[in-house]
T-cell receptor
């Protein structure tokens, strides 16, 4: 069974304090790893897709990286508006579904 | 362009009643998914449609849950004889095809009293 574990469960940062969010996975045949951002009361918002180990993608203050066992979402000099829950999900092609982790709740203090 | 829309945004129902939740996917997206998100839990996959057919119903928690999709577009998730444990946010997503990034709607918050 595919498993996705995100850590830490919650992270509190000071504005400008860079950090990384971890997503570890155990799957049989990864075909894609997805990162989403979810604000309270809203649906997840797509951020990145990574397909192979070594791949990196960037968007503003966010950079996502992928290895054979885990993915990191690096946040550089975060701002309060980056506060949200960040979800990662894996796609293996089986049944076309995404298997999600439980998410990391990020709080950035001004 | 228009994103995924869901209705109603909130639904309060009494235990034992039936409810219908609606999803309008992004125009042209052939794949449609239903997920459930409970407090403190991750997103739980319910069902996947490719066109009008549902090749994967493995996530439906019981036979009280059913879903259909008509015209390759709108989908309805029906929960019969609702139970308190059905209380959750029900999220719909669509993608251009299987394996492509999924775009989510705002969800329907279901409360069973």
């Amino acid at each position: 069974e595919d498993q996705v574990t995100q850590s830490p469960e919650a992270l509190r940062l000071q504005e400008g304090e860079s950090s990384s969010l971890n997503c570890s996975y155990t799957v049989s045949g990864l075909r894609g790893l997805f990162w989403y951002r979810q604000d309270p009361g809203k649906g997840p918002e797509f951020l990145f897709t990574l397909y192979s180990a070594g791949e990196e993608k960037e968007k503003e203050r966010l950079k996502a990286t992928l290895t054979k066992k885990e993915s990191f979402l690096h946040i550089t000099a975060p701002k309060p508006e980056d506060s949200a829950t960040y979800l990662c999900a894996v796609y293996t092609g089986a049944n076309s579904k995404l298997t999600f982790g439980k998410g990391i709740t990020l709080s950035v203090r001004p | 362009g228009a994103g995924v829309s869901q209705s109603p945004s909130n639904k309060v129902t009494e235990k034992g009643k039936d409810v219908e939740l609606r999803c309008d996917p992004i125009s042209g997206h052939t794949a449609l998914y239903w997920y459930r998100q409970s407090l403190g839990q991750g997103l739980e996959f319910l069902i996947y449609f490719q066109g009008n057919s549902a090749p994967d119903k493995s996530g439906l928690p019981s036979d009280r849950f059913s879903a259909e999709r008509t015209g390759g577009s709108v989908s309805t998730l029906t929960i019969q004889r609702t139970q308190q444990e059905d209380s959750a946010v029900y999220l719909c997503a669509s993608s251009a095809g299987p394996g492509d990034e999924q775009y989510f709607g705002p969800g329907t918050r279901l409360t069973v009293t």
